[in-house]
């Protein structure tokens, strides 16, 4: 027999998942949300949504909530995303940083989200490819999601046609090769990009960074609402050191969600800024 | 110098004390901490504490680093009572405009908690308190907002406070706004009121569904 989640299992759950992960699902979500629901209860043996919720929220290890978040999350992503920001960031940001900090000093990159890892080994192949300095200065690319599911598919490194199609083919060369149909990317890369896992909306977890100076958060904090997005704002200023970098999505824009940071304007990107000193 | 190999360690992080787990008391001592870094995550540990309403309030008033009062107030929207409503609402007496526009956007997300407490700013000696009042309303989702904002309308002895009000119904006022509008342009003889309250009058019937 299949379950039946009802409107208010429905609220219970959305309000549940909405403090674990920031992550707010309107009502037009209701069909996406109970199909996937409906396939954990039923691969759970429950016969009930009570009875699952009831597993989810108690069980110890928090598996059964990691699959279901592995499910409910949106994970598109592909590579050269947005590559206007990249470009950005080898042409003016990391010029900047390079300049004020001492040359000793490790540059450290943090994408959060990372979702299968198209965004950290793009950054990975720009910096290679178009910022020269790398030569004078060591660079650390770390990335993290809450899905674990696309933290294997990232370390894997095993991506698409699609996945890759915006990727030059001078870069295609050197970096990947073909597996079948798909392209593995190469050893260099996979050994240079850290990935973890890690809950945005969760301070504990994200202070296990620290004294980062450039960081990604792109294409998620759309799915968080108003408060959430402050709160991760305000999580990520925390472990980013004075005058680091932050990159959002398009759609995004740190205006609306916290005054903390100071907008930068850019010839290729809007970015934003943690002040080099707090009044 | 190049892209660093992984070292599939973690980074060790410089010690901090919030970094551990720690009870609500040593969190209420480190938000007194002579550190900002230190007391901007006490105050944000605390958000899932009720009973630290009071410290971070206490905080709030004394603290002078922005970041760290910028999460004090969201520590406050996510407790979301009407004790940390009542306390942000103080700080609409500041003289600190900043504190003040902070309070006022915190409390325009906190639409639940702040229902009893906007009643009581609605009705406050001090016409600027009102007016910030409505200026809450402005983006408050509430069911009662209009119906607090033609309260205001018909009762507020202050022009300038009616047309803070007046300026939003010209916007969201729907027909149970006719009569105030109507009572409005007539109670004060006032040349800016009578053109708001007309224009208002006019955009409501325009938007009327065909019969
Ligand atoms: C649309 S992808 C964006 C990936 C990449 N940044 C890009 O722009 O192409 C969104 C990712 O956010 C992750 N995510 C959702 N909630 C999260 C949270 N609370 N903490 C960390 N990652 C989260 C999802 O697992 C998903 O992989």
Redesign the pocket.
């Known amino acids: 027999m299949t379950a039946i989640i009802s409107q208010d299992d429905f609220l219970v759950f959305r309000e549940y998942f909405y403090r674990k992960?920031?992550?707010r699902f309107e009502s037009s979500k209701r069909y996406f949300v109970d199909k996937r629901l409906i396939d954990r209860i039923t691969a759970n043996d429950c016969a009930s949504f009570r009875e699952y919720f009831t597993r989810l929220r108690f069980q110890a290890n928090g598996e059964e909530l990691q699959r279901l978040t592995n499910l409910l999350?949106?994970?598109?992503?592909y590579f050269m995303?947005e590559e206007y920001q990249f470009d950005c960031l080898t042409s003016h940001i990391l010029p900047e940083l390079s300049e004020h900090l001492p040359t000793d000093k490790i540059i450290n990159i943090w994408?959060?989200?990372?979702?299968s890892g198209?965004?950290p080994y793009s950054i990975a192949m720009q910096l290679l490819e178009n910022w020269p300095m790398l030569r004078n200065r060591d660079v650390r690319l770390l990335a993290?999601?809450?899905?674990t599911r696309?933290l294997d598919m990232a370390e894997e490194g095993l991506y698409s046609e699609r996945s890759i199609r915006n990727v030059p083919p001078t870069w295609r060369a050197r970096y990947f090769s073909r597996v079948g149909d798909m392209y593995q990317i190469c050893d260099e890369l996979r050994a240079c990009v850290e990935f973890s896992h890690?809950?945005?909306?969760n301070p504990v977890e994200v202070r296990r960074q620290h004294a980062i100076d450039v960081v990604?958060c792109?294409?998620?904090l759309i799915?968080f609402d108003d408060l959430s997005r402050k709160e991760a704002a305000e999580s990520l200023y925390d472990v980013m050191s004075p005058g680091g970098f932050i990159c959002l999505?398009h759609s995004e824009s740190m205006g609306r969600i916290s005054p903390l940071f100071t907008v930068r304007k850019f010839p290729e990107a809007i970015v934003y800024q943690k002040p080099w000193e707090e009044s | 110098m190049a892209l660093l190999q992984k070292s599939g360690q973690p980074r060790p992080a410089p010690d901090d004390p919030t970094g551990r787990i720690l009870d609500v008391e040593a969190l209420e001592r480190c938000l007194h901490d002579p550190s900002a870094d230190i007391r901007r995550r006490a105050a944000a540990d605390l958000a899932s504490c009720q009973q630290a309403t009071q410290w971070l309030l206490t905080q709030l008033q004394q603290e002078t680093i922005p970041s760290v009062r910028q999460v004090i107030i969201t520590s406050l929207t996510r407790i979301n009572t009407t004790e940390a409503v009542q306390g942000l609402a103080t700080c609409l007496r500041a003289e600190d405009a900043r504190l003040r526009n902070d309070a006022i956007e915190a409390m325009k997300q906190m639409p639940d908690a702040m229902a009893p407490v906007i009643e009581e700013l609605l009705q406050d000696q001090d016409p600027d308190i009102r007016i910030f009042a409505v200026n809450i309303l402005e983006s408050l989702c509430h069911e009662q907002v209009e119906n607090w904002l033609l309260d205001v309308m018909d009762n507020d002895a202050s022009i300038n406070v009616v047309c803070a009000a007046l300026d939003i119904i010209g916007e969201v006022g729907t027909e149970i706004a006719l009569p105030v509008l109507e009572r409005t342009a007539r109670r004060f003889n006032d040349a800016y009121v009578g053109f708001a309250c007309d224009l208002a009058i006019r955009r409501i019937a325009d938007s009327r569904p065909a019969s």
């Open positions: 992960t920031g992550i999350t949106v994970n598109e992503t995303r994408c959060i989200p990372s979702s198209e965004e993290s999601d809450i899905n696309m890690v809950n945005l909306a990604f792109r294409n998620l799915y999505g």
